[in-house]
């Protein structure tokens, strides 16, 4: 009895377990979702990089020698991330009739205000020149004060009838800003630099327009001023300090946890399969005890069943 009860309950091992037809069905819906996991991992990874990489290309952009208008942005057209911040020149009028005034602009930690106005691009510096009453419109940023009630003050002070003469402009192109809702007192205020929404606010707006604006230089912005300088002053606008190229590491952590999940859906294929090979071993521990008590019921019953014959052969 012993060797068969051994026999017949002698458990699996755990290699025999993980390769039934069931636990590799799920092993390779593991892998499968574990490859998925790899591959997001792998994305952020490479995300982090490039993020790296486009740091240093705008670091090195933005110390390029200026460059015409023209040659890294044209009117009713994207520019290319490369082209944001780099310096660049062009000649225009200034459309006297278009001063106005954008807040909550920052100047290093500095909270403030922006007097802006509207150029008709004359010549891009790129080969593309023409006349000011046809010529795309550029919004421009001239510059920054704390005092709101001083730009204001200046811009009606630049306030005319009409475009002023042409003039050799520089600065800092930079990308048009989303049309933002000014839920405060005066709804018509201007809270974001950009251009699509400008364009409306102008009282001659050209056919076509450019949807990035450029933020003059101090030279730029005394010659757009002139004389109307003296009624309020304005600080050239400095651009926000770049900052040195790093690695994302939001991305990092992103990485490392889609890795963690990859190696998860591993674990819970084996940790499943090692239940079921506990659960058998349980089992098997058990089954001789189960078996003998059979067993010894079997034979209780046998003997009673041999006594009931007996005292009824003696009666009879």
């Not at 699996?12 to 991992?41: D, T, Y």
Request: charged share 25%; net charge negative.
């Amino acid at each position: 009895m012993s060797a068969a009860v051994r026999a017949q309950a002698a458990p699996p091992s755990m290699g025999r377990v993980l390769v039934r037809p069931k636990w590799l069905g799920v092993l390779a819906l593991a892998l499968v979702v574990a490859s998925i996991f790899a591959w997001l991992g792998r994305w952020q990874l490479e995300s982090a990089f490039l993020s790296l990489e486009h740091g240093r290309t705008v670091a090195e952009e933005a110390t390029q020698p200026p460059v015409g208008l023209g040659e890294l942005a044209q009117p009713q057209e994207r520019v290319a991330d490369a082209a944001v911040g780099r310096q660049v020149t062009f000649e225009g009028a200034v459309d006297a009739r278009d001063f106005d005034v954008v807040a909550d602009r920052l100047q290093g930690e500095l909270l403030g205000y922006w007097v802006i106005g509207h150029v008709a691009v004359t010549d891009d510096e790129a080969g593309t020149s023409t006349d000011a009453d046809v010529a795309p419109g550029l919004a421009v940023a001239l510059g920054w004060t704390a005092d709101e009630a001083s730009a204001r003050e200046l811009a009606t002070a630049l306030q005319g009838s009409g475009r002023g003469a042409e003039l050799p402009l520089s600065g800092r192109l930079e990308y048009g800003q989303a049309p933002q809702v000014n839920r405060g007192e005066d709804a018509q205020a201007l809270i974001s630099m950009a251009p699509t929404h400008l364009i409306n606010r102008w009282v001659e707006p050209a056919a076509q327009n450019y949807g990035i604006y450029v933020s003059l230089d101090e030279a730029s912005m005394e010659a757009v001023l002139g004389e109307s300088a003296s009624a309020a002053p304005l600080d050239a606008i400095t651009p926000q300090a770049l900052e040195a190229p790093q690695l994302n590491w939001l991305n990092i952590f992103y990485a490392i946890e889609w890795v963690l999940f990859a190696g998860f859906a591993i674990f819970m294929w084996w940790r499943l399969a090692r239940d079921e090979y506990e659960k058998e071993r349980r089992e098997a521990a058990e089954a001789p005890s189960v078996l003998a008590e059979h067993l010894k019921r079997d034979r209780l019953k046998a003997m009673l069943d041999e006594r009931t014959k007996r005292e009824a052969v003696r009666l009879d």
